[in-house]
């Protein structure tokens, strides 16, 4: 009753959500219809060419694209927490070999910072440019 003043275009586009993301369908379509000539089994290559439905294409890939940068950032944070401690740990390790091998403590603190200016002076190189060029 109610899906005869709803536009194909529409329907196709909630149905497409509906498959692909049932979330964002469940606020923003009007619930599923029973209308035969509408079937949910379609491509997103059959639905992408029809009425502006390129434009629900291009918001399910951005929300696919934000789901995988998350999932990333789930696995990414931690293990870099953890990287951050092992270095730390191996540092450690390293000045007290060093130390107990007879190294002067002021020549220990040398290398270390030039150590870490090496590292670090290629990496603020790149990223000024960038902050520059912005």
């Given amino acids: 009753p109610l899906t005869s003043c709803i ?12 498959i692909y993301l ?27 060419g029809r009425d502006g439905d390129v434009a629900v294409m291009a918001v399910a890939e951005d929300e696919a694209r934000r789901r995988r940068r998350r999932q990333a950032e789930r696995v990414a944070l931690p293990a870099g927490m953890v ?9 450690m390790l390293l000045s007290k070999v060093a130390l107990n091998s007879g190294m002067h403590p002021l020549v220990l603190l040398v290398y270390r ?12 190189v790149v ?8």
């Fill in 127 to 134: 990223f000024e440019r960038y902050a520059r060029n912005a």
């Fill in 7 to 18: 536009p194909p275009s529409y329907r196709r586009a909630c149905s497409f959500l509906a």
């Fill in 83 to 91: 990287l951050v401690q092992v270095l730390t740990v191996v540092t």
């Fill in 113 to 124: 910072n030039l150590v870490g200016a090496a590292f670090v002076a290629p990496l603020a």
């Fill in 22 to 48: 049932p979330r964002l369908a469940s606020r923003h379509c009007i619930p599923p219809c029973s209308c035969p000539r509408e079937s949910s089994s379609r491509s997103r290559r059959d639905m992408a």
